[in-house]
């Protein structure tokens, strides 16, 4: 039976794939872009349509139950019924810890405190803990500056919720903390991967836009997506399993991970862009959240921005909020 291509049927999600030249070797690139919770919705209630030439249709992981890391979360079905569900109560204990900000931030400054390598004030504790950025200065911000996060969805199946949870906490947290200090920014999720076998050459890249600089976050989308375990392992692979892919993707995880360097020349990022990897990498251990977030902004270079000990305190003052969040989610 003939299948319509999904870039025919959906022209404004699906792209029409393109052959690219990617570290000397050729790709067909198959990308799936969405700025917005309730398209992703519809066309998963609309599309029962399974590519099953690259995909076993016998054997689907968007709704596998013989592995315990793909089958964590709700089941298919409820994974995308809860994509527009405000009432979830992980989301309702999320939401109270966003709006903690509203109380710490009541007005914009010019100026911002931020660690540097050299000239300020020297910091003991930045210099005991072997970091690159040790002085403290003053720095005004220039205005209309824009700062775009890039932000990795897939991860090794060893990362655990609390490592994942954490990540999104610190995520809500810089984008509060940057716009407070009058940057704007964008921030974007994607899931990249090429198929398994050496010898082939197809790629899956997914985009999920979930802010734009001068627009309000949607923190609906940056929950879901950031948080949510079905997001991933629900929603990320039946889109994939609607894609016009033609290699043969059976294998449960779909493919790999493609590298850092792939990743990045993919995304065209620029010297704006900040590339937020997979918790692990982040070096994000899911234990306690003030200390991932000062390893995280170093890792990412993005304390250059921000007064690191002022977000770092909000984290640590809102530790209940954020235990509590947990649990519900779970």
């Not at 002022?310 to 003052?317: H, M, N, P, R, T």
């Amino acid at each position: 039976m003939y299948r319509v291509p999904s870039y025919i049927q959906y022209p404004d999600y699906f792209k029409k794939p393109e052959e690219i030249k990617l570290l000397g070797k050729q790709y067909t690139v198959y990308e799936i872009c969405f700025s917005d919770l309730i398209d992703i919705y519809d066309i998963l209630k609309k599309n029962r349509n399974i590519n099953e030439v690259a995909f076993n249709k016998d054997y689907l992981s968007s709704i596998s139950k013989n592995d315990e890391f793909l089958y964590r979360g709700r089941p298919y079905e409820q994974a995308v019924e809860n994509l527009l569900d405000e009432n979830d109560p992980g989301f309702k204990a999320y939401m109270e810890y966003k709006n903690i900000f509203n109380i710490y931030y009541k007005q914009a400054s010019e100026y911002v405190t931020v660690r540097t390598a050299a000239g300020g004030r020297p910091d003991p504790i930045a210099y005991a803990t072997g970091a690159a950025n040790i002085y403290i200065n003053r720095r005004k911000v220039p205005v209309g500056q824009t700062i775009n996060l890039d932000v990795q969805l897939a991860c090794p199946n060893k990362v655990s919720f609390d490592q994942i949870f954490h990540r999104a906490i610190i995520i809500t947290s810089l984008i509060n903390a940057l716009e407070k200090n009058l940057y704007k920014v964008n921030v974007n999720a994607f899931m990249i991967c090429e198929v398994s076998i050496d010898f082939n050459n197809e790629i899956i890249k997914m985009l999920f836009n979930i802010k734009k600089n001068g627009v309000e976050t949607d923190y609906k989308a940056l929950y879901k997506i950031l948080v949510d375990i079905e997001f991933l392992r629900r929603i990320c692979f039946r889109l994939m399993e609607i894609s016009d892919v033609k290699e043969n993707w059976y294998d449960e995880a779909y493919g790999r991970t493609c590298s850092i360097d792939k990743c990045k020349e993919l995304l065209g990022l620029s010297d704006n862009d900040y590339y937020i990897n997979h918790p692990d990498q982040m070096k994000i251990d899911g234990k306690i959240i003030e200390e991932d977030f000062e390893k995280f902004v170093a890792v990412s270079g993005l304390e250059r921005f921000i007064d690191v000990y002022q977000e770092s305190k909000i984290i640590s003052d809102s530790a209940e909020i954020i235990k509590r969040a947990k649990t519900l989610i779970r």
